[in-house]
């Protein structure tokens, strides 16, 4: 099946960084989501980004595709950005159906 | 406004006894999906439906069971609770074509 890594596996951060979280797939994918994971466990949806650029306040994310890899950016970071991001694939095969990747944990230290 | 509940939140059983987890969702959506997630990784697919009486395994799917009698709810079932199953259970729906998956606030299972 499809491989999905997330680096890196741990980010720690002084309030006000910017940080830079990276998602490679070894497969086309019909969609990718990219989450965040809060202390409570609960999974927030961040983007839906199969292909292109989208921004959601100090959040952005970029979808290359046809090289396999997206990018969430957070910029002037706060420590409520705490957590474990998330990305997930969908296969151009398989509909509906996400492969997610291990996470990244970010750390924001006030 | 539309949402994606489980029930219960929290679970404490013992060894070989059957367990139901309950998943309703107000989208209307077609795909349902259980997920579950260990410590420290991603989240893995045990079962899935994309309709009415359809129902399909996932990746670990020995030990699951899953039905599909309306659009809302897609209950999963542990025929025969293991401590392998200690967990937290996930699901989510998703609407034909976009794929775009919206999950609820999930299930700890813990089997003792």
């Known amino acids: 099946g499809i491989q999905v890594e997330q680096s890196p596996p741990d980010l720690i951060l002084q309030e006000g960084a910017n940080s830079t979280l990276r998602c490679n797939f070894s497969?086309?994918?019909?969609?990718l989501q990219w989450f965040h994971q809060n202390p409570w466990g609960q999974l927030i949806n961040l983007f839906y980004?199969?292909?292109g650029t989208k921004q959601n306040g100090r959040l952005s994310a970029t979808t290359v595709a046809t090289e396999r890899y997206s990018l969430l950016y957070i910029s002037s970071s706060q420590t409520t950005d705490s957590g474990v991001y998330f990305c997930?694939?969908?296969?151009?095969?398989?509909?509906?159906?996400?492969?997610f990747g291990d996470g990244t944990t970010l750390t924001v230290k006030p | 406004d539309a949402e994606i509940t489980q029930s219960p939140r929290h679970k404490i059983t013992e060894t070989g006894r059957q367990v139901t987890l309950a998943c309703h969702q107000t989208?209307?959506?077609?795909?349902m999906f259980w997920y579950r997630q260990d410590l420290g990784h991603g989240l893995r697919l045990i079962h899935y439906?994309?309709?009415?009486?359809?129902?399909n395994k996932g990746e670990v799917s020995d030990g699951y069971s899953v039905s599909r009698s309306n659009t809302e709810d897609l209950p999963l079932t542990l025929e025969s609770a293991a401590s392998s199953q200690t967990s937290v259970y996930f699901c989510?729906?998703?609407?034909?074509?976009?794929?775009?998956?919206?999950f609820g606030p999930g299930t700890r299972l813990t089997v003792t």
């Open positions: 989510a729906s998703s609407d034909r074509g976009p794929d775009e998956q919206y």
């Open positions: 439906s994309y309709g009415v009486q359809d129902t």
């Open positions: 989208w209307n959506h077609n795909n």
């Open positions: 497969d086309s994918v019909n969609n």
């Open positions: 980004i199969p292909s």
């Open positions: 997930a694939v969908v296969r151009n095969t398989n509909a509906g159906k996400s492969t």
